[in-house]
């Protein structure tokens, strides 16, 4: 009929949509290629976890602002890992839930570990299916807090939003996860074996985290997490252990 396309007619693009495509096609392929040799290093690190210099970045990784992505700095992600690396023994698991930062800087520090320094055992709790390149990777979805299997020692936690629903799921995933604690004799064995929680989130969240996780004994730290390209928010780090940190005052307790 007259005034209707034939529905042979090719469809033609644009030169700007097809410039677009080509851009979309090189970018993917050249991230694909990227993610290749990172699994290839990541494979070769696990053979032989003591290899010298040979580190893994979140450089690889790039931020999903879209998704509640924001690494934290190197510096940061260290000083979080160290504080759960410290005096934990072989037969423990310690979670990091949302943060892969630190995660990659826990797997970086125990490669550059003596052989004589335990190793406990790690998992990632992660929407992220990139990260599924680590065999320690297990996908997350925080809106259904209790699918998933075993029992952790110690947790890092980083909720990916700031309000109450991914707060709360994220808590019920600690408590899900979280090994009974034990009863010990002396302050030595109560810092070594207790259950170690450390939570970073917004300032605003202070007051519902600290509910939340009341039976954990958290608190609030003076230690100021950053960002590695910063952050509009004013970030807590949350504890409930003598990390070497400071207490912030905390009204109403």
Same mark, same amino acid.
């Given at each position: $009929?007259? #005034? ?13 949509? *097809? ?6 096609? !090189? ?6 290629? +990227? ?6 290093? !990541? ?18 990784? #790039? ?42 800087? $826990?797997?970086? $520090? *125990?490669?550059?570990? @003596? =052989? ?5 055992? *790690?998992? &990632?709790? +992660? ?7 680590? @065999?320690?990777? !297990? ?11 075993? %029992? ?7 909720? =990916? ?11 019920? %995933? ?5 090994? =009974?604690?034990? %009863? ?12 170690? &929680? ?8 202070? %007051? &519902? !985290? &600290?509910? *939340? ?16 390209? #910063? ?20 009204? #109403?307790?």
């Amino acid at each position: $009929m007259a #005034g209707y396309e034939s529905d042979d007619e090719e469809l033609t693009l644009s030169s700007t949509t *097809l410039a677009a495509l080509q851009e979309f096609y !090189v970018e993917r392929q050249s991230r694909e290629e +990227e993610f290749a040799t990172l699994k290839a290093r !990541v494979e070769a690190l696990s053979a032989a976890a003591s290899a010298e210099g040979q580190k893994l970045s979140m450089e690889a990784f #790039g931020e999903d602002w879209n998704k509640s992505q924001f690494w934290y700095s190197e510096e940061t992600a260290r000083f979080l890992a160290n504080k759960l690396l410290e005096g934990a023994t072989e037969d423990m698991t310690i979670a990091v839930v949302s943060a892969p930062s630190v995660f990659v800087a $826990m797997r970086n $520090m *125990l490669n550059e570990a @003596p =052989p004589e320094q335990p190793r406990p055992k *790690l998992i &990632l709790l +992660e929407h992220d299916n990139r990260f599924a390149i680590f @065999p320690e990777f !297990v996908y997350y979805d925080y809106a259904q807090p209790l699918k998933l299997p075993g %029992t952790c020692d110690r947790f890092v936690v980083d909720p =990916p939003f700031l309000n109450h629903d991914c707060q709360t799921k994220t808590a019920l %995933t600690v408590g899900w996860l979280a090994r =009974p604690p034990t %009863t010990t004799t002396t302050t030595t064995e109560k810092q070594t074996q207790q259950r170690r &929680l450390i939570l970073c989130t917004g300032e605003r969240m202070r %007051t &519902l !985290v &600290l509910r *939340l996780y009341k039976s954990f004994g958290l608190r609030t730290t003076d230690y100021e997490p950053a960002h590695a390209r #910063g952050l509009s928010n004013e970030f807590y780090c949350y504890a409930n252990f003598d990390g070497g940190w400071g207490w912030r005052q905390e009204d #109403g307790e």
